[in-house]
């Protein structure tokens, strides 16, 4: 797709560095430089000021990637590839069925109403909840890891949704600063809201969750 719009040697291309790598070897495969710019910490998309600072004249196009069921700010990132003349693509996510959607929305919502010690997501308009993504605070320790064994121990499937920023692997190791995309990547965890979930499904997150809260309290 980006050859095919023109993007080549030498050009620039806008890409997240929370998720999937698959974005930046495309840019990479079409000849062209991938720069990572930083994340709304709410969204957990491109940040559109952050990316417009990351614009510089060989810039030629950005990629929008919408995560974990919770759309981008598309008007203003499209605005701003109006005001910079850049090619602006979007990598969605595979869409579920409406009634699929409207039960993840429901679980989703007895977790928001449910948890303690933890930050829920903000739902957002559009938010079909392709993943229930939670922050484990951390204390200058590994708080969300021993949290993730501990879940798991009591019977709770969960999983770290980025374990490794694409700016931090050795094929895109790059000198930039990241607050929030490395902030994300420490802190996040997916919960299940899959549509099979029962209401006793539901109540042992919330008890498993609850009953870690200590592990959340400052590190002396």
Not at 95 to 108: G, I, K, L, M, S
Not at 185 to 196: G, H, R
């Amino acid at each position: 797709m980006l050859r095919a719009a023109g993007v080549g040697v030498g050009d620039e291309v806008v890409v997240p560095a929370f998720g999937n790598v698959e974005v930046a070897e495309a840019v990479a495969t079409a000849g062209a430089v991938p720069v990572f710019a930083d994340i709304d910490p709410v969204t957990y998309c491109l940040d559109t000021s952050v990316v417009e600072a990351a614009v510089t004249p060989r810039t030629v196009a950005l990629v929008v990637v919408h995560r974990f069921g919770r759309p981008a700010d598309i008007a203003r990132l499209y605005g701003l590839g109006q005001r910079h003349g850049l090619l602006v693509l979007e990598q969605g996510e595979s869409e579920a069925p409406y009634d699929e959607v409207a039960q993840r929305r429901e679980r989703a919502s007895y977790l928001d109403a449910k948890l303690r010690g933890v930050q829920t997501p903000d739902g957002g308009v559009g938010h079909t909840y392709q993943q229930y993504v939670v922050r484990v605070p951390g204390n200058g320790r590994p708080d969300r890891d021993v949290f993730a064994r501990a879940l798991r121990a009591r019977g709770v499937e969960c999983r770290v949704p980025v374990k490794t920023p694409v700016h931090r692997l050795p094929e895109f190791r790059r000198c930039v600063s990241l607050p929030e995309t490395e902030r994300a990547a420490d802190e996040t965890l997916a919960l299940p809201v899959d549509a099979s979930l029962t209401k006793r499904d539901m109540h042992r997150i919330v008890s498993a969750c609850n009953a870690l809260g200590g592990l959340l309290q400052p590190a002396f």
